[in-house]
């Protein structure tokens, strides 16, 4: 395999997107480029994992679009995203589905 590709983890970029800038405010993202990937990268759906293989709703799904959803939380960005995410898209869905 010479040139392998490697796509975001949705779940990972999250993480990162939540850390902090080391000696600033606590209101400024370290990453602030994880942050725009969350913003650009929401499924139609309404949440921010890829459904690459055809399977319907899972852990990995739910766990990504939660994590996503709590970055941009945290920096009090893209409420835009956080609503589809959660009240009027992917989030209900989920919980319908499963309970």
Same mark, same amino acid.
């Given at each position: &395999?010479?040139?392998?590709?490697?796509?975001? *983890? *949705?779940?990972?970029?999250? #993480?990162?997107? &939540?850390?902090?800038?080391?000696?600033?405010?606590?209101?400024?993202?370290? /990453?602030?480029?994880?942050?725009? #990937?969350?913003? @650009?990268? @929401? @499924?139609?759906?309404?949440? #921010?994992?890829?459904?690459? /293989?055809?399977?319907?709703?899972?852990?990995?799904?739910?766990? !990504?679009?939660?994590?996503?959803?709590?970055?941009?939380?945290?920096?009090?960005?893209? !409420?835009? @995203?956080?609503?589809?995410?959660?009240?009027?898209?992917?989030?209900?869905? /989920?919980?319908? #589905?499963? *309970?």
């Amino acid at each position: &395999m010479e040139n392998p590709e490697y796509f975001p *983890s *949705s779940y990972d970029t999250a #993480w990162v997107a &939540m850390v902090p800038l080391p000696g600033a405010s606590p209101e400024a993202p370290c /990453f602030p480029q994880t942050v725009e #990937w969350i913003l @650009q990268n @929401q @499924q139609v759906n309404g949440s #921010w994992c890829a459904d690459e /293989f055809g399977v319907s709703i899972n852990k990995e799904i739910l766990l !990504s679009t939660l994590a996503c959803v709590i970055a941009l939380k945290k920096w009090n960005v893209g !409420s835009e @995203q956080i609503k589809r995410g959660t009240r009027d898209g992917f989030l209900v869905i /989920f919980c319908f #589905w499963y *309970s």
